[in-house]
């Protein structure tokens, strides 16, 4: 989950303060806690003073009472009497008064004399008689013994009459009474504790009075403990100190001072729930502080955030929000900047992808869009697709900007023609295309010339001829195709048709256009033809009129195409000697030809195989060399193989095409005049040549009859043949009187259908042993 | 703070003169002259009637009075203010209640004994009279001498202090002269000089009765 920006802060905020509050409610806390401990201890320890002058207060009156009564003279003269039930009856006349619990008066040895207690026995010493001697020569100290379990408090006076004779001792008990004057006095609790030997220990506490708490409660103190003791009772906390009242060997009189602790726990709950308010206070305020800030920052940085999102999505119109807080707005102004800044170079970027750098003419893509856009309108369009043929040439004489200045000045000139409805673009470096909308096709041929006219007449600025050669094709919609693309591919096929036809201006014809897609085809995979196995060498027998035999045969290729079929040499031989594929071709089927003479050497049977070789193979390779090497591969003799070279071969350049018939001949093989007749060499000319046979043209043979043009031609070329030494070879018979007319004429050789149309190699076998073949050799 | 004193060696010194007079110095366990100590010498002769005992200062003058029985003590009282001198001896119980000047009535003390007196209002003020059947008696003066009319011879001699720790004053025999050795008294000698206000009688007395049961 993605946390927002407000969110974290707010979150940060109110953890802060929660760490803030929280250690500061500790720290508060522990510091009231040990305040308020602190104040518990001081208010014991003032206690504890208030106690022992409460104490001492009532030690002093009784004190003072004891002196009173001691220095009054009548009971002086009781005294002095020594009548003890008059003593007796004095004592507790004034004992009643002071409301003492005992008065007692010893004598100068210690003993008790008169008693108004039973707890203290006339007759008998007094018990604590060393803490009477104390406290009469130290006033202040407090006389305290237990009495009956009950700690009281004494007070002593010398009677002197008027030296010593006696010592009156009065006697209080500290009781609930003076406990709960105490607790009035301090808000302390208030415990007595009596331990003697003697007995069990007695309790007077102003906290409890169940027996089994009060045990719990003597087991927890210590009076021996001059400190602040922690005491549990009853699920109530107190914080205690004892206070020492009386020791002696035999018994130990302690008083506890209680501090209630739940009081201390009620102010630190107070405290606590202040703090949760003020924590809570703070919250709030967090909150309110986070959503001013999100009122500032973060609602703001949302719409800047939308207003990027609008930008990424292209709104670059919408207008960025100013904003307040400065930080902010130069963020909202960057943004702007931004928004701008993208806006113009995607501009640019559209501008380039739809433009041609060096021109500044829109380029294929946009002419394909606005190609598209009138199509999608049904309006009539034509297209013109200018090619330079020697662009690349004429740049590569000039150096620097050349293409650029070029580029300009053409398209300068185009786009002068100013026509409405006309568009210019530059497709290639060397392609231009001109579109004309709502235009006839007269129209467009119009300005096609136009355009050649002026493309091919540009001068430079020195006015001379740049010389360049313009051709036009030009396509048109709806007549030609229905898409941008196919509109453009009708176009350049048209240019082509012009390139190849030398035509300055070529308008667009369907059929052209099904035969050259079936020649590019062609022209692709003649030069894997023979790697996949697509070509194959067929063989037309050649009979020989003079004996009879069938020793002779033409090689013809054949080419089964994968898609196409059967493709005749007549279609795919000329496209091999325009694409430069021709050598390969003519290599492969020497090669082929030469190892099937071998193949039917080694099966015993002997034929004298010929091969077509063009023009442009004599120019393309050492045809010498190849019939040599596949030859001396195969160990054949070189009579076996025959090259027939067409007279327009040899006819176009003489010189080199004797000097390989020589090598050829010096090699042994046997060469002919293929299709003699058709041009127009003469036999004065063929007579140089090194060349053994001469082959009559199809065209004379097979309409032959025995009158005739072709009788005399035909005649008068197999006279004149042999003359030269030259034999004669007929292709083309169909019939067995065209045969019959050539064996009376003195021809050397038959070749055509009537005989055998070509063959596969063991189909010619199996026809030479055939009853036809046998007919034939007769 | 009390020192106790042992006992030393006994002597009278007993001056006889051409007026027939003895001597009888009291020094105390140290040696020192010992002031208001009672010499009582068992002999012929006729004691005198009357004695004085003053308020002087707040205080009695003299400290210690010796008379025999019969005599009548006037307390005269020279302060400028009141007195109310008393006593709750057993020899002889009396009170006088508050008054200027000398009360018209002398004190008639009849039986032997020691009597305390005391002022009830000034509980500092203590005085004793020594009451004796004895007829020469005589308090000893701050050589702590006593001088008799009496002829040098061996008497039974009584002697006692205000800090004789005994009940009982003490008795013997001695031979009396001019010239009769010190008499030694062992009394218990408070550091301080007699205080206008003891701070605890009691507590001495108390003390001195426990130490006595520890004896």
């Known amino acids: 989950m993605r946390i927002s920006f407000f969110a974290r802060v707010s979150l940060g905020v109110m953890l802060l303060l929660l760490l803030v509050i929280g250690s500061l409610a500790g720290a508060l806390q522990q510091a009231a806690q040990q305040a308020l401990?602190?104040?518990?201890?001081?208010?014991?320890?003032?206690g504890a003073r208030v106690f022992e002058r409460l104490l001492a207060l009532r030690s002093q009156q009784l004190q003072d009472e004891v002196r009173i009564l001691s220095s009054d003279f009548g009971f002086r003269d009781a005294v002095a009497s020594a009548d003890v039930p008059t003593l007796r009856s004095a004592l507790r006349n004034h004992g009643d008064r002071a409301e003492a619990s005992e008065v007692l008066l010893l004598d100068l040895h210690g003993q008790i004399k008169a008693s108004t207690s039973a707890a203290f026995a006339e007759g008998q010493?007094?018990?604590?008689?060393?803490?009477?001697?104390?406290?009469?020569?130290?006033?202040?100290?407090?006389?305290?013994?237990?009495?009956?379990?009950?700690?009281?408090?004494?007070?002593?006076?010398?009677?002197?009459?008027?030296?010593?004779?006696?010592?009156?001792?009065m006697g209080f008990e500290i009781d609930r009474a003076l406990a709960d004057e105490l607790r009035q006095l301090t808000h302390l609790e208030v415990t007595l504790l009596v331990q003697t030997d003697n007995s069990k220990p007695r309790w007077l506490s102003t906290l409890l009075n169940a027996p089994a708490q009060q045990l719990e409660l003597l087991r927890q103190l210590d009076s021996d403990s001059r400190h602040w003791q922690p005491l549990a009772l009853a699920g109530e906390h107190y914080l205690s100190l004892a206070v020492p009242l009386s020791e002696a060997a035999d018994y130990q009189i302690s008083a506890f001072l209680h501090r209630p602790l739940n009081a201390v726990s009620a102010a630190l709950l107070g405290l606590r729930e202040r703090l949760l308010s003020i924590a809570g206070l703070a919250f709030g305020a967090s909150l309110l502080l986070a959503l001013l800030l999100a009122r500032t920052v973060a609602r703001p940085l949302e719409r800047l955030a939308r207003s990027a999102q609008r930008i990424g999505q292209g709104d670059y119109q919408a207008p960025i929000e100013r904003l307040r807080v400065p930080e902010l707005a130069a963020l909202g102004a960057a943004l702007g900047q931004m928004q701008h800044g993208i806006a113009e170079?995607?501009?640019?970027?559209?501008?380039?992808?739809?433009?041609?750098?060096?021109?500044?003419?829109?380029?294929?893509?946009?002419?394909?869009?606005?190609?598209?856009?009138?199509?999608?309108?049904?309006?009539?369009?034509?297209?013109?697709?200018?090619?330079?043929?020697?662009?690349?040439?004429?740049?590569?004489?000039?150096?620097?900007d050349a293409e650029q200045q070029l580029a300009q000045a053409l398209a300068q000139q185009l786009l002068e023609l100013r026509r409405p409805g006309l568009s210019v673009a530059r497709l290639l470096d060397d392609r231009f295309a001109?579109?004309?909308?709502?235009?006839?096709?007269?129209?467009?041929?119009?300005?096609?010339?136009?355009?050649?006219?002026?493309?091919s007449q540009l001068r430079d600025w020195q006015g001379e001829a740049l010389g360049l050669q313009v051709h036009i094709g030009v396509a048109s919609y709806p007549q030609d195709a229905h898409s941008s693309e196919a509109l453009l591919h009708c176009a350049l096929a048209a240019l082509h048709e012009a390139q190849m036809h030398h035509e300055p201006v070529q308008v667009y014809e369907q059929a052209k256009d099904a035969a050259r897609q079936r020649q590019i085809i062609l022209v692709r995979d003649l030069r894997q033809a023979a790697e996949r196995g697509e070509l194959q060498l067929h063989y037309q027998p050649k009979l020989n009129l003079r004996d009879g035999q069938i020793r002779q045969a033409e090689a013809l290729l054949r080419w089964q195409h994968a898609e196409l079929g059967w493709v005749s040499p007549g279609e795919f031989i000329p496209l091999a000697e325009r694409t430069g594929s021709i050598a390969a071709?003519?290599?492969?089927?020497?090669?082929?030809?030469?190892?099937?003479?071998?193949?039917?050497?080694?099966?015993?049977?002997?034929?004298q195989v010929s091969v077509n070789v063009s023009a442009a193979d004599l120019a393309a390779f050492d045809v010498c060399q190849v019939v040599e090497q596949a030859l001396s591969r195969h160990q054949l003799a070189a009579q076996q193989l025959v090259l027939e070279i067409t007279e327009s071969a040899v006819m176009q350049d003489q010189q080199h095409a004797l000097a390989v018939l020589q090598a050829l001949r010096e090699l042994g093989v046997g060469l002919s005049v293929d299709d003699f007749g058709t041009g127009y060499s003469s036999l004065a000319q063929l007579r140089q040549l090194p060349v053994q046979e001469l082959k009559i043209d199809q065209t004379f043979i097979r309409q032959l009859g025995p009158e005739g043009d072709d009788a005399v031609i035909v005649r008068s070329t197999i006279e004149m043949s042999h003359r030269l030494g030259l034999k004669v070879v007929a292709e083309g018979i169909e019939s067995a009187l065209v045969l019959e007319l050539l064996r009376d004429w003195g021809c050397d050789v038959a070749q055509g259908y009537y005989i055998s149309r070509p063959v596969p190699a063991s189909a010619l076998q199996a026809w030479l042993a055939s009853d036809a073949a046998q007919v034939l050799q007769g | 703070m009390f020192r106790q004193l042992g006992w030393l060696a006994a002597g009278v010194m007993a001056a006889l003169t051409a007026q027939a007079e003895v001597r009888v110095q009291v020094v105390d366990g140290q040696g020192q002259p010992l002031a208001d100590a009672v010499v009582s010498i068992q002999a012929p002769g006729t004691p005198a009637s009357t004695a004085v005992m003053d308020q002087v200062g707040k205080q009695f003058v003299p400290r210690v009075l010796a008379v025999s029985t019969g005599t009548a003590v006037a307390f005269p009282n020279r302060d400028d203010i009141r007195h109310h001198v008393y006593s709750f001896s057993e020899p002889k119980r009396f009170e006088l209640r508050l008054y200027h000047g000398t009360p018209s009535q002398p004190v008639q003390f009849d039986s032997p004994g020691l009597v305390v007196l005391g002022c009830n209002i000034h509980d500092w003020m203590v005085g004793y009279i020594y009451v004796s059947a004895d007829p020469w008696l005589a308090v000893t003066d701050a050589q702590g001498i006593a001088r008799f009319a009496l002829l040098a011879g061996d008497y039974p001699l009584t002697l006692w202090h205000p800090d004789w720790p005994q009940p009982q004053p003490w008795q013997g025999r001695a031979a009396l002269s001019a010239n009769t050795p010190a008499l030694p008294l062992a009394v218990r000698i408070s550091a301080a000089a007699p205080a206008a206000a003891p701070s605890n009688p009691f507590a001495e007395a108390f003390q001195r009765t426990l130490q006595q049961h520890a004896d």
């Open chain 1, 434 to 455: 001109v579109l004309l909308e709502e235009a006839s096709a007269a129209e467009l041929i119009t300005l096609a010339d136009q355009c050649q006219q002026r493309l």
């Open chain 1, 37 to 46: 401990e602190r104040h518990a201890q001081e208010q014991l320890n003032i």
């Open chain 1, 345 to 400: 170079r995607e501009r640019q970027l559209a501008h380039n992808a739809l433009h041609e750098p060096h021109s500044g003419l829109p380029n294929r893509t946009l002419l394909e869009e606005r190609i598209n856009s009138a199509i999608a309108a049904e309006r009539p369009l034509g297209v013109l697709l200018i090619g330079v043929a020697n662009f690349s040439e004429w740049l590569s004489a000039r150096s620097g």
């Open chain 1, 125 to 169: 010493p007094f018990a604590y008689a060393q803490a009477l001697l104390t406290q009469l020569q130290n006033p202040q100290h407090l006389l305290v013994v237990p009495v009956d379990g009950v700690p009281h408090l004494l007070a002593a006076a010398t009677v002197r009459a008027p030296l010593p004779v006696a010592v009156l001792i």
């Open chain 1, 585 to 607: 071709l003519t290599r492969w089927v020497i090669e082929a030809a030469v190892a099937q003479i071998a193949q039917w050497h080694a099966q015993g049977l002997v034929m």
